[in-house]
């Protein structure tokens, strides 16, 4: 039975519509105290979810919800290693990536936990080699670059977590993390390196996807162009693979290769050997640090009661929003500049997870599923979009993310930044009445364009620093999140079918953009079209 047809989900819509009219306003007034209530905490990860529209009878039926879809065994399942990836027949075990060397989580009757270890020690090995100069290039310089390539699960989740932990790298050398197969992503990375000084890491699971392995060709002729023998690439170039064989196909060494297994999904595998660059950046012990991290909440999550456990708390609040009140996107604004590719990363994270719409039985799901995710470092988004927050006419949900502790203490800006943010959750939640805006002396013809109806809801996270063990709790807080909803909607939140078709797609496309000839096309109009004017275009030469 559709998890829409269960009398959880009935008793959820007759809730809604007890609730219909009712605003933060009445809320706060009816219980003055739901600032201090409607609260949840996980090591020093602080949730505030009071200003959101829920009372303690909606979240009494949430947590019914969940408990109806199986919530508690799916994740036990997640956690023993059951192949609960149905699609691809593969366990989902981003968990095991930190847990500690003691544990037993089998695959298939094996311990994976120390495999994972043995491939940590060689990348930290790997890593401080380069940190200390030891590791050479070719010439017998050490590296002063690191270069990155990979794309989507293989690139969002290393750059997003290098910009995060910034504070925490080695400033001596430069980090790039190229991706798109625009030419102009690989040029524009290398146009300014030293060769002799630097190292290329190919990081793709499959080792087959197109954008990846051409960049990483022309990253390699780059190299042996500028240093002038092919040998250059063994001090060059290391993978990040679970393919062995395309990595010595590539002509990368297999012993320069860091392992991760297909249980490992891109978009969960920056906390494995994906996470290589990181590594180097941050030294071993902060990435460790971080593993600790995410392992505080991956216990969280597996221990703490529903109605006190985070992800579950995010999952729900969103599936309320998302599910019965029809809203469509949910915004993630986190107000710290070196968490300014989380949105991005997160996307990932959360679309291609739950943008499903057939359900773990094969069938058309019959209810909304993973919402539109997207945000932008506070305060920009405040001078941009913010507006449409407060007086458009779409509902969206937002996630507000903040630290107590500067990164760095520089004059006023951490009491401004986050004065900021608590002033957008007040302003969202409570709006500005008709009477306040008239008692300003407002002129009446304006009064009704700066009133604010308020009733936007909020959920803000407070930390006490972004350090490597807060990051790898605030990213295990979102999988796990996004695992909560994939449950509750009884979705695969771990394959990717969409990722995949766009990967096919273009290579039939290609021979016919190349041909020397014009070719014969068999498209419809509208792509013959373009393809058609594209090669006129392409052939015509100059820059207009
Ligand atoms: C992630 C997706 C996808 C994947 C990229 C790169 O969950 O599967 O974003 O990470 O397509 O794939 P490779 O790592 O195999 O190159």
Same mark, same amino acid.
């Given at each position: ?60 039926? #949430? ?25 691809? +027949? ?76 910034? +504070? ?190 057939? +359900? ?116 295990? #807080? ?26 096919? #797609? ?39």
């Amino acid at each position: 039975m559709s998890i829409a047809q269960t009398p959880e989900w009935e008793a959820l819509l007759a809730h809604r519509r007890d609730l219909e009219g009712a605003t933060l306003r009445d809320l706060f007034r009816e219980d003055p105290s739901r600032g201090e209530t409607f609260t949840a905490e996980a090591g020093d990860m602080f949730l505030d979810y009071s200003k959101n529209l829920v009372t303690g009878e909606t979240l009494r039926l #949430l947590v019914a919800l969940a408990e109806r879809a199986g919530l508690r065994e799916r994740i036990d399942a997640m956690f023993r290693g059951e192949r609960i990836n149905v699609t691809e +027949d593969r366990a989902v075990l981003h968990v095991a990536l930190r847990a500690p060397a003691g544990e037993v989580i089998e695959v298939d009757g094996q311990n994976v936990v120390p495999w994972v270890h043995e491939v940590l020690d060689r990348m930290s090995a790997f890593a401080e080699r380069v940190r200390s100069g030891e590791w050479r290039g070719f010439t017998g310089k050490p590296i002063r670059s690191v270069v990155n390539i990979g794309i989507g699960g293989s690139d969002l989740g290393p750059a997003m977590a290098y910009e995060a932990l910034r +504070d925490f790298s080695d400033r001596s050398r430069a980090f790039r993390f190229v991706s798109n197969v625009d030419g102009t992503d690989v040029w524009e990375a290398t146009r300014d390196l030293d060769a002799e000084e630097t190292l290329f890491i190919v990081a793709s699971k499959t080792f087959t996807t197109i954008e990846t392995l051409t960049n990483a060709q022309s990253a390699r002729a780059w190299l042996v162009g500028a240093l002038g023998d092919e040998a250059a690439v063994a001090n060059h170039f290391v993978a990040v693979s679970t393919n062995a064989e395309e990595v010595a196909a590539f002509g990368i060494d297999p012993g320069n290769m860091f392992e991760f297994w297909d249980w490992v999904g891109g978009r969960y595998s920056f906390d494995s050997a994906i996470g290589l660059s990181l590594m180097i950046a941050i030294g071993p012990a902060h990435f460790r640090e971080m593993l600790a991290g995410f392992r505080q909440m991956d216990e969280h999550f597996r221990a703490a009661p529903f109605d006190r456990n985070l992800p579950v708390l995010l999952g729900l609040i969103g599936v309320w929003y998302g599910n019965f009140f029809g809203a469509e996107t949910h915004a993630v604004l986190p107000y710290s500049q070196y968490l300014w590719k989380l949105p991005s990363y997160l996307q990932q994270l959360d679309m291609e997870s739950n943008g499903k719409s057939i +359900d773990l039985d094969g069938s058309p799901v019959d209810h909304q599923t993973g919402p539109i995710v997207w945000g932008t470092a506070g305060t920009n988004g405040q001078h941009a979009y913010y507006q449409l927050i407060h007086q458009g006419t779409k509902l969206i949900p937002c996630d507000f993310i903040g630290f107590a502790r500067p990164s760095h203490e520089v004059g006023r800006h951490q009491d401004l930044l986050m004065a900021n943010l608590f002033a957008q959750t007040e302003a969202l939640a409570f709006g500005k009445t008709r009477e306040q805006v008239q008692a300003e002396g407002v002129p009446p013809s304006q009064v009704p364009h700066r009133t604010f109806r308020g009733n936007h809801p909020t959920n803000t996270i407070l930390a006490t620093a972004l350090t490597p063990r807060a990051l790898g709790r605030l990213v295990a #807080l979102y999988e796990h999140k996004v695992f909560t909803q994939g449950t509750i909607w009884h979705i695969d939140s771990f394959d990717q079918w969409g990722v995949e078709l766009g990967k096919a #797609l273009a290579n039939r496309i290609v021979p016919e953009l190349e041909a020397g000839s014009e070719p014969e096309l068999a498209h419809d109009s509208s792509t013959n079209s373009l393809i058609r004017r594209y090669r006129r275009m392409r052939h015509a030469g100059g820059r207009t």
